[in-house]
Nanobody
Framework: QVQLVESGGGLVQAGGSLRLSCVAP????????MGWYRQAPGKQRELVAT???????NYADSLKGRFTISRDNAKNTVWLQMNSLKPEDAGVYYC??????????WGKGTLVTVSS
């Protein structure tokens, strides 16, 4: 298996926005669920958002509409638009995909820092 490639993390002021992207290798097919998870220092990794190939979306309840997940199946790409960022949103964000035959891939993570 290969790792996914995330980008878009960085330093942002509270209230600002970031857009994360994740690109899967072009030779990977039959991807079903694509999603984002995050992990803050000293805390467990938690689900942020997922989207199925059919277009359904699932978000962590605490996000309250601030984040939006989207995907382009032709490009094997998933994005996470993060608006109105808060200091508690800081952490390492990981891309994850699930597919057929137990396909289960994770990215290395991209760091999001939110300053007050």
């Amino acid at each position: 298996q290969v790792q996914l490639v995330e980008s878009g993390g960085g330093l942002v002021q509270a209230g600002g926005s970031l857009r994360l992207s994740c690109v899967a290798p072009g030779n990977i097919f039959s991807i079903n669920v694509m999603g984002w998870y995050r992990q803050a220092p000293g805390k467990q990794r938690e689900l942020v958002a997922t989207t199925s190939r059919g277009g359904s979306r699932n978000y962590a309840d605490s996000l309250k509409g601030r984040f939006t997940i989207s995907r382009d199946n032709a490009k094997n790409t998933v994005w996470l638009q993060m608006n109105s960022l808060k200091p508690e949103d800081a952490g390492v964000y990981y891309c994850h995909i699930e597919g057929v035959c137990g396909l289960d891939l994770w990215g290395k993570g991209t760091l999001v820092t939110v300053s007050s």
